[in-house]
């Protein structure tokens, strides 16, 4: 059974950077397309990156594009997702997901993946 844990959150004032890792077990992410989505007490998990299966197409919600930055490396069985600039509203719990829909076409909704971390904790405040 596939499983992936994200690492990486953390405090964080604003203007700073922080990296997200996903990393599986259980099973290879090579075949998968792979999202991060976020969310907030109250609020919709909501996808904010994907990367398709070979990294070279990449998808962003319009609150974070040029900002952050989702990659893969398949040698690793991992993926990332480089925030840079952070802000206050970025504050999130943040949770990557496997097995998404085409990434070329959007990053999809929580129910289109398959397989999810239980999430880490991004704060971003002064």
């Known amino acids: 059974q596939l499983q992936v844990v994200e690492s990486g959150g953390g405090s964080v004032q604003p203007g700073g950077s922080l990296r997200l890792s996903c990393t599986a077990t259980?099973?290879?992410?090579?075949?998968?397309?792979l999202g991060w989505f976020r969310q907030t007490p109250g609020k919709e998990r909501e996808g904010i990156a994907c990367v398709d299966r070979t990294g070279r197409s990449t998808n962003y919600h319009s609150s974070v594009k040029g900002r952050f930055t989702i990659s893969r490396d398949n040698a690793k069985n991992t993926m990332y997702l480089q925030m840079n600039s952070l802000k206050p509203e970025d504050t999130a719990i943040y949770f990557c997901?496997?097995?998404?829909?085409?990434?070329?076409?959007?990053?999809?909704?929580?129910?289109?993946?398959?397989?999810w971390g239980q999430g880490t904790q991004v704060t971003v405040s002064s």
């Open positions: 259980g099973g290879t992410l090579d075949k998968y397309f």
């Open positions: 997901a496997v097995d998404g829909p085409l990434c070329e076409i959007g990053i999809g909704s929580k129910s289109d993946y398959m397989y």
